[in-house]
């Protein structure tokens, strides 16, 4: 049976030559900038992608949707996400389209929309988008009105920039560091080494061609990580980073090469924050308790929000947040951009070792561990909605949050579960003070849906 063409907040993803076509790109590029110039928006629109084979088909027919509308288009290349959301500011562009399906398998491709501000559109203006592409309400314009295509070809540098500019570099240097890099053969590669020898790093390189023939499963998780692991201990590394495809999560691996998975990434980031400026910070539901420890402890405070960067970013907005993010690995700093941003990660864990002088497993080791353990299985919106009146039922003395999904805080623990923008899954995800506890609550989760 063929899959579905998912198409929500986060954009559009699906499977090439299945259900993600050139017509359907163009005309999704074409809504997008119908959508930009209703709102009084001119000029060019700002194009990257990530590394996959499918990427200059899809620039291609994104770039002849938006031309024909009446924008231009300033096409970045292969480019990490967080790149695009930063050279949109950078030059007063009407807004950003990132080719990208993140850290899904070869096989699927994507197209993530950027407000002006370098931020996916809210919710009510996601659905005006897609409003416009469903009903074909294009404005297309005549011959003489097309936009035209340029091409940027320094767009590493303006980011690289930005993220040494909140560092110390001398510092960091003067640590000569020696790190294992995997890019997955994805965007990262080139701007991630770039950022590490730029801070006196050693790099040693894995999978930094932006091939995008993923040489492992590209999802920054611990089973997919054996070989960095290894290579940090073959090679005697300080530490090692793993980048998704589009480099906007980072995934770390200790000097010992154990893995420490992607929520100290967030961790860390607002352990050197907090140490240096006082406020809040902004993350989603799923995410780990960690972050309200190290919080609390500084004297700050932590908001949660729905799942999603531009949930978190809006909050971080609104509420001046010093820093934010997601526990699947990705950091937002206001001070670069309203974006995840995996060269945001490394360039303040390793300022973080560089002041404390202190290796990474014993920085790991001074934030209070918990057992979160994580999970996905089909679910349509029937079951999804029979798995969350069970729960509520069961866990009804827990506090509950509804804005994504439910959310149960419990004494001992909490729950989250929700329906994926990305995928037709139903996403399961607990956390708790030990490893008997995590497993009982996700055992009670699994009964729901009948497994």
Not at 368 to 381: E, G, H, V
Request: contains cysteine; glycine residues 10%; charged residues 20%.
């Amino acid at each position: 049976m063929a899959r579905e063409l998912i198409i929500s907040i986060s954009g559009m993803r699906g499977i090439i030559g299945e259900n993600l076509t050139p017509d359907l790109a163009a005309a999704y590029g074409a809504a997008f900038g119908t959508f930009l110039k209703s709102t009084g928006k001119s000029g060019s629109v700002v194009l990257g992608r990530d590394s996959r084979p499918s990427g200059p088909m899809l620039a291609a027919a994104i770039s002849a949707g938006v031309t024909a509308v009446g924008l231009g288009v300033v096409d970045l290349g292969i480019v990490t996400t967080p790149t695009v959301g930063i050279l949109v500011r950078h030059l007063g562009a009407a807004g950003g389209i990132v080719i990208t399906a993140s850290h899904n398998p070869i096989e699927y491709n994507g197209i993530k929309l950027l407000l002006d501000n370098g931020i996916a559109p809210p919710a009510p203006l996601a659905e005006q988008i897609r409003s416009i592409y469903f009903a074909r309400s294009i404005q297309y314009v005549d011959s003489v009105r097309c936009g035209r295509t340029s091409v940027y070809d320094q767009p590493d540098q303006v980011h690289i920039d930005k993220v040494v500019s909140i560092v110390e570099p001398d510092r960091i240097a003067s640590r000569r560091r020696k790190v294992v890099l995997d890019s997955v053969n994805g965007a990262g590669g080139r701007p991630g080494r770039s950022l590490l020898e730029r801070l006196g790093c050693e790099v040693i390189p894995m999978n930094l061609e932006p091939t995008g023939l993923f040489v492992h499963t590209p999802e920054p998780i611990a089973e997919n990580l054996q070989g960095l692991c290894g290579t940090v201990r073959q090679s005697g590394a300080d530490l090692g980073f793993a980048q998704d495809p589009d480099a906007d999560r980072l995934a770390i691996v200790d000097e010992q090469g154990r893995y420490i998975g992607e929520e100290y990434t967030l961790a860390l980031c607002a352990q050197w924050v907090f140490g240096h400026k006082k406020g809040s910070a902004a993350t989603n539901l799923s995410t780990s308790r960690m972050i309200d420890d190290i919080a609390s402890a500084a004297g700050c405070s932590v908001l949660r929000t729905p799942v999603g960067e531009a949930h978190v970013a809006q909050a971080m907005i609104a509420n001046h947040c010093v820093i934010g993010g997601e526990g699947n690995g990705g950091v937002i700093d206001l001070r670069i951009g309203p974006v995840r941003d995996s060269l945001v990660s490394m360039a303040i864990v390793l300022q973080l070792m560089a002041e404390t002088n202190l290796s990474l497993s014993e920085l790991v080791a001074r934030i209070p561990r918990y057992t979160m353990l994580k999970t996905k299985f089909s679910a349509d919106q029937q079951l999804a909605r029979t798995v969350l009146e069970k729960a509520r039922t069961f866990f009804s003395s827990a506090r509950i949050d509804s804005r994504d999904g439910l959310r149960f805080d419990l004494p001992d623990g909490w729950i989250h579960l929700r329906t994926s923008n990305t995928e037709p899954v139903m996403r399961a995800i607990v956390e708790a003070s030990s490893p008997e506890s995590a497993q009982k609550y996700l055992d009670q989760v699994m009964k729901f849906c009948g497994r």
